[in-house]
């Protein structure tokens, strides 16, 4: 579902007023696949994280497309913990061992990005476990916009 509409010179048009606010519930690194970019890959090697340490499989495996709607994207994706699904990086008290340098896709989430001929569209992941999200809110109670100009700042700093 898309929320905000950006343009190139970062002019942000409301499309969806919610309200979010992250309680930390770890549902989302306990359920979903983390698709991880080259430069996701990148900053873990910087920190010391080896790539067999860090990606399930060397076979990418296919997860729903923010980009082409309905789509699904060949990607690899976080390792999981052996016989569970949770991600390798989640500790015992639910907190992240690679916050500071995680992928894009978990600083983005419950969010993401779809591009535009003018910019981007942000959208609520298609794949979202998450469900800390308000959709019965009025303009007044709602946070669109300081999580559309978070999203903005996470990409600036790509
Ligand atoms: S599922 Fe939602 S509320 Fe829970 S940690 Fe993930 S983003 Fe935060
Ligand atoms: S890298 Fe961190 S934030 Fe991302 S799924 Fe794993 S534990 Fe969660």
């Known amino acids: 579902m898309p929320i905000a509409k950006v343009n190139e010179d970062g002019d942000i048009t409301i499309l969806k007023h919610i309200h979010f606010k992250c309680t930390g519930c770890a549902d989302c690194c306990r359920l979903n696949n983390i698709p991880v970019t080259e430069k996701d890959v990148q900053r873990l090697l910087d920190n010391g994280i080896e ?28 390792r999981k ?30 969010f993401a990005v779809r591009k535009s001929d003018e910019g981007f569209i942000a959208i609520i992941h298609p794949d979202t476990v998450c469900t800390f999200i308000d959709f019965d809110v009025k303009e007044e109670e709602s946070n669109t916009i300081e999580i559309v100009q978070n999203l903005i700042l996470l990409l600036s700093l790509e």
Request: net charge positive.
């Open 81 to 110: 913990k052996p016989f569970v699904k949770e991600c390798a990086f989640l500790d015992e008290n639910l907190l992240c061992k690679i916050h500071s340098f995680k992928p894009l896709a978990c600083q983005l989430y419950p």
């Open 51 to 78: 790539v067999d340490q860090s990606l399930e499989s060397l076979s990418p495996v296919l997860i729903p497309s923010t980009n082409v709607k309905g789509g699904f994207i060949k990607a690899y994706v976080l």
